[in-house]
């Protein structure tokens, strides 16, 4: 290897401080940032990553793992008897179906596509159906196969212009949906094939809501790839909002939801970035807009609406580590309000996070219990509910660590 080639944190032998700087650069984020996060002085992060401080604790590690998004704990530690996934969820038993599905490259309908209404139907009923099912990755995991077949052949035997633009629109949802089932899975190119031609199917569309949802899913996968992609995720969020802001006037429900959708998004990633005083601005626009929607009304792919936005607060408050701020606006939000099962369980899983940084350990494991009954999948995906559950099945609390390992048994952290 030469001189200039960056080290492969993922060799033997390479100190813990060592993995941490190698991981942290590769985010693109600076040691200050990393202290801010983890509520440490940049001097503590520069001495670890420098080995003049030892391999810290189980909780502290987790809260790194948290902030460099590193995908399986091993990766942090060099240690193989730690390989617990974090931020990225097992296989899904119906993921080859759907990668299969998704990588086939058909030039030809080798039958008759269905009609874009009884698509449309299929589309109506697979998104019910992830919202009101608790294992909704194995419901929709079923569908999409056969979605996606359809709906590519639905465009190639389009028979006008604004035929094939409907068809479109059509594939783009249905691009939408498989990355909800895709999301935290272990094949981040397929997410990315997913995201890009979502984008480009939506474009083809021209559908001012289509192209919303689209931009909507993008901005969130560029976010979550870490702090490097921040910029990349307000570009596409943005200049969205620009575009769809002549059509707001005279928008129907869905525009407008989309662009409320748009705004908390722009503002979850000012949260990230620590920029208090942009993330609350864009969530008091997102609450102007779910003002002027329907109080019944809820958008099938965001979830944006009345009842979402005090779930979009508690999520602000954590992502800001504002922990007595998130609590009290986990006391304001009506949770039950939610009809989605998965989005009552990811309000949960805010809940959780917001109660632990606010010293309530207890609470954070009930309240994580309470999102598993909403939807076991929601939480055996998530990265933030695995490092709570992990973190505290350490405590020194034989309660807490009881609850804790029995948590991570039901959400197959830890065998049985």
Do not use: C
Request: no cysteine; glycine share 6%; hydrophobic share 40%.
């Amino acid at each position: 290897m030469s001189p200039e080639a960056t080290p492969d944190p993922f060799a033997e032998p390479i100190a813990f401080g060592q993995r941490m700087q190698i991981l942290r650069t590769r985010r693109g984020m600076s040691r200050s940032v990393l202290a801010g996060l983890l509520g440490k002085s940049q001097s503590w992060v520069k001495q670890v990553e420098g080995g003049r401080l030892q391999m810290p604790k189980l909780p502290t590690i987790l809260r790194i793992a948290e902030a460099l998004r590193v995908r399986d704990l091993s990766d942090l530690t060099g240690d193989h008897s730690m390989a617990v996934a974090l931020f990225t969820g097992p296989g899904h038993a119906r993921l080859p179906q759907v990668q299969a599905a998704i990588n086939l490259y058909p030039l030809s309908a080798r039958r008759e596509a269905p009609t874009p209404e009884h698509l449309r139907q299929r589309l109506v009923r697979a998104w019910g159906a992830r919202h009101s099912a608790p294992n909704h990755r194995d419901v929709i995991g079923a569908l999409l196969p056969e979605l996606i077949r359809d709906a590519r052949h639905s465009v190639m035997q389009a028979d006008s212009a604004s035929e094939r633009r409907r068809a479109q629109a059509i594939l783009s949802e249905v691009y939408s949906l498989s990355q909800f089932f895709i999301a935290y899975q272990p094949d981040a190119s397929l997410l990315w094939r997913v995201v890009e031609r979502g984008m480009i199917a939506a474009q083809e569309s021209e559908d001012p809501h289509t192209i919303g949802v689209s931009a909507w899913l993008a901005a969130q996968a560029h976010r979550d790839s870490g702090p490097a992609h921040f910029d990349a995720a307000d570009a596409v969020n943005l200049e969205t909002l620009h575009y769809l802001e002549p059509f707001l006037p005279d928008a129907d429900d869905d525009v407008l939801a989309i662009a409320g959708a748009l705004q908390f998004e722009a503002g979850y990633t000012a949260a990230r970035r620590g920029d208090t005083g942009t993330a609350w601005r864009h969530w008091d626009m997102a609450r102007s807009m779910a003002d002027r929607l329907p109080t019944d009304y809820y958008h099938p792919v965001t979830s944006f609406s009345h009842a979402v936005m005090g779930a979009h607060a508690v999520t602000i408050a954590v992502e800001l580590n504002a922990g007595a701020e998130s609590v009290r606006q986990a006391a304001a939000a009506d949770t039950m309000a939610i009809p989605s099962r998965p989005r009552r369980a990811r309000h949960r899983i805010e809940e959780a996070r917001g109660y632990q940084l606010d010293g309530q350990a207890e609470v954070a494991l009930a309240t994580l219990d309470k999102a598993y009954e909403a939807a076991p999948e929601t939480i055996r995906y998530n990265g933030y509910a695995r490092r709570i559950i992990l973190e505290e099945a350490e405590s020194k609390s034989s309660g807490q660590r009881r609850r804790a390992s029995e948590l991570a048994v039901k959400v197959g952290i830890l065998a049985a």
